[in-house]
Every structure is written in C-alpha cells, then in structure tokens.
C-alpha cells in the first residue's frame, strides 16, 4: 500500500516519530479502517459474547460505534446486525 508521503511527513514533524514510524502507523490505522463491515460486526460481537453481555446490548453498542467510525456505513437495524453474525 503508498502511503501518503505528505501525511507521513506532517507525524515525523507534529508527533516526533521517525519516517519509518509514521508510515506504520498510517498503514495501521488505514488497515483498521479498511475492515469491511461485516468482520467488524461479527468480530464485536463474539469479543463481547465472552464477556456475557447479552444480545440487545451488543447489537445497540455495535451500531453506536459503527456510526462513530471515520467512515461511517449506512446505519443497520438490530435486525441487520442479527443478519450478519447468524446469517
């Protein structure tokens, strides 16, 4: 993946980070960013299963941090949610 050499000069300058580092951390968080939808939610919602929280509560959480993301997708129903991690 190129990495934007403007942005990856901007962190070297503003956060004290080598070239090297910052070209990192862009590539990280961009691939943090590129997760398609589906793996998000499926992944939220089995990390926080093994922490007992229930359904309802899961699938409200995910569809409050899917809509603070950066990118926001269009906003899913409960019932969407369900869809995505049961099929």
Not at 13 to 32: I, K, N, S, Y
Not at 65 to 81: C, F, H, K, N, Y
Request: proline share 6%.
């Amino acid at each position: 993946m190129a990495v934007d050499p403007d942005l990856v000069a901007h962190l070297t300058r503003t956060a004290g980070l080598t070239a090297a580092e910052a070209a990192r951390v862009v590539e990280d968080v961009v691939a943090f960013h590129a997760e398609p939808v589906e793996e998000y939610v499926r992944r939220r919602h089995a990390h926080l299963k093994t922490y007992g929280v229930r359904n309802p509560e899961i699938f409200a959480r995910v569809a409050e941090e899917l809509a603070d993301r950066v990118v926001a997708p269009p906003s899913l129903s409960e019932r969407q949610l369900r869809r995505i991690v049961y099929g």
